[in-house]
């Protein structure tokens, strides 16, 4: 099976070790990126023998799917590209963005900002149905790229609600940190949004597609979002900020969400935490309560008295040094369901079956997340 990964930064990185590790699949990996000298560079760094331009691996016959490791922005065009092209499609979340893609190319950062919350809403999900409805027409498949409902605790937590015959009721679900590894990620021009869409996206992608699947085993219909509430911040700490906080993504955002069921689930992200990583989900039903922890992970923990000691080891995501006690995760894309996720999609194309995580799912995301913001902003519950 031949995998196109189109870009050549931190996901990049993270999913040629994935790929890499698939099993009972056998997998020919390809790089490819706009520019060719930066596709040739990360080649060399992880040993792969084929680089291409995106033409080129557009035109290769042989490309079975390509995995978008690429600005949020650049999802729906390189998508519809691959799906006309006849190729299938990995996309990681957010599935798509408003990144003031009806306004004038010279727009500035501010101005993107300042688009009323309803507008973008509505012209990021119609991105996503575009995309969602290109795969569809050219009968290829739309992977959405959430992680989360591939990581070990929730698939098992999901695997025993199954068996418990209970219904969730509560969730509450939350990935903090220090902030975003993108050059970009402080400008809506690249990311449309902040830490609500960047981290809030793994717990409400998770929570929609937990009830989604409730919903069809127990009552034979996806169990849906009737309403979003929310409400989000920018840091006025001078540390953390980098231009006008008025024009800014937020540091700091969390919503409400009321399930057509009588369910709710709550969901925050933050770049206010310092330590590493914490993404975390509790799920409590009536007759089970689960704490699904992918970062941190105790099973290991670690001692060293000054930084360095563990050579150019990672302990976790956001910890940068060794020095002082730490928790190491053993495998960390095996906790967080980066390496589940490939391996998935791999299975998936290589028995002819349906994504597990599709394009509507990201699609609907994309839908609850614009309407936080418009919460947000109007101070007022949405319905969906």
């Given amino acids: 099976m031949k995998v196109a990964i189109i870009g050549t930064g931190f996901l990049a990185r993270t999913r040629v070790r994935c ?107 119609e991105d996503a149905e575009a995309m969602v409805a290109a795969c569809t027409r050219a009968g290829t498949q739309l992977f959405y790229g959430e992680n989360w409902c591939f990581a070990p605790a929730i698939v098992r937590a999901e695997a025993l609600a199954s068996a418990s015959g209970s219904a969730i009721n509560e969730m509450r679900g939350w990935e903090s940190h220090s902030g975003s590894h993108s050059a970009y990620a402080r400008d809506w021009r690249h990311t449309g949004g902040g830490a609500l869409l960047r981290l809030g996206a793994h717990p409400i992608g998770t929570m929609l597609w937990l009830k989604q699947r409730e919903g069809e085993r127990l009552h034979g219909r996806a169990t849906r979002v009737n309403t979003v509430t929310a409400e989000v911040r920018e ?108 391996q998935s999609v791999a299975e998936t194309l290589s028995r002819g079956e349906a994504a597990v995580c599709d394009g509507a799912l990201g699609a609907e995301v994309v839908r609850v997340v614009y309407a936080a913001y418009l919460s947000a902003a109007e101070g007022r519950r949405i319905a969906l």
């Fill in 19 to 125: 790929w890499r590790r698939v099993f009972g699949v056998s997998i020919e990996l390809v790089v490819a990126a706009r520019d060719r000298a930066k596709a040739e560079a990360f080649a060399r760094a992880h040993q792969l023998q084929s680089v291409c331009t995106i033409d080129e691996l557009l035109a290769d016959r042989s490309v079975l799917l390509v995995d978008l490791c690429v600005a949020n922005r650049a999802h729906r065009e390189l998508c519809l590209r691959a799906a006309a092209a006849g190729k299938h499609v990995l996309c990681t979340k957010p599935l798509t963005v408003y990144s003031g893609q009806d306004l004038d190319e010279r727009a500035t950062a501010a101005e993107v900002a300042t688009v009323p919350r309803a507008t973008m809403l509505a012209r990021a999900v």
């Fill in 235 to 342: 840091s006025s700490d001078p540390t953390q900020s980098g231009s006008s906080v008025a024009t800014q993504p937020e540091s700091w955002g969390a919503c409400t969400l009321k399930f057509d069921d009588g369910s709710v689930g709550v969901a925050y992200g933050s770049d206010h935490m310092l330590g590493g990583m914490q993404s975390h989900l509790t799920l409590l039903g009536g007759a089970f309560r689960f704490e699904c922890a992918l970062s941190p992970i105790d099973t290991l923990r670690a001692y060293a008295p000054r930084d360095g000691v563990f050579g150019n080891e990672s302990i976790m995501e956001k910890v940068d040094g060794h020095a002082g006690w730490s928790t190491p995760i053993p495998d960390e894309g095996w906790g967080s369901g980066q390496q589940g996720l490939v």
